[in-house]
Nanobody, 123 residues
Framework: VQLQASGGGLVQEGGSLGLSCAAS????????MGWFRQAPGKEREFAAAITRSGLSTYIINSVKGRFTVSRDNAKNTVYLQMNSLKPEDTAVYSCAARNAISTSTDARSYNYWGQGTQVTVSS
C-alpha cells in the first residue's frame, strides 16, 4: 500500500494550496481518508477526514470554512483544498487511510500513512 501526498509548498498568508494524496495497493473505496498535520515542535493533529463514500466530511474548527476535503474514488485520490492560509497552518501534512465506513480523529485508528508534504505559510 502506498499513499503519496503532493501539492505542498511555500505560500503567503491569505493564499491557497491544494494537496492531493494518491493511493495504490488498496481498494480505495473501502477506506475512509484523513488528513493530519504536524507543526514544528508540536504533536500531530487531525485536520480533516472524509468517509469512504465521500458523502460526509469532518473538519476541525480551526480550519473550518477555509479547508475542504474531497475524494475521487475513480482516481484513488483524496484532496485537501486550503484557502485563506495562516502562518499557524504551517506543518507537514500527511494523508492516512482507515478501513472503515466512518471517519475518525484518532490517528491510531488509521491503517496506512503517506509520507507527508510540507506546507509553509509566510506572514
Amino acid at each position: 500500500v502506498q499513499l503519496q501526498a503532493s501539492g505542498g509548498g511555500l505560500v503567503q498568508e491569505g493564499g491557497s494550496l491544494g494537496l492531493s494524496c494518491a493511493a495504490s495497493g488498496l481498494t480505495f473505496s473501502l477506506y475512509a481518508m484523513g488528513w493530519f498535520r504536524q507543526a514544528p515542535g508540536k504533536e500531530r493533529e487531525f485536520a480533516a477526514a472524509i468517509t469512504r463514500s465521500g458523502l460526509s466530511t469532518y473538519i476541525i474548527n480551526s480550519v473550518k470554512g477555509r479547508f475542504t476535503v474531497s475524494r475521487d474514488n475513480a482516481k484513488n485520490t483524496v484532496y485537501l483544498q486550503m484557502n485563506s492560509l495562516k502562518p499557524e497552518d504551517t506543518a507537514v501534512y500527511s494523508c492516512a487511510a482507515r478501513n472503515a465506513i466512518s471517519t475518525s480523529t484518532d490517528a491510531r485508528s488509521y491503517n496506512y500513512w503517506g509520507q507527508g508534504t510540507q506546507v509553509t505559510v509566510s506572514s
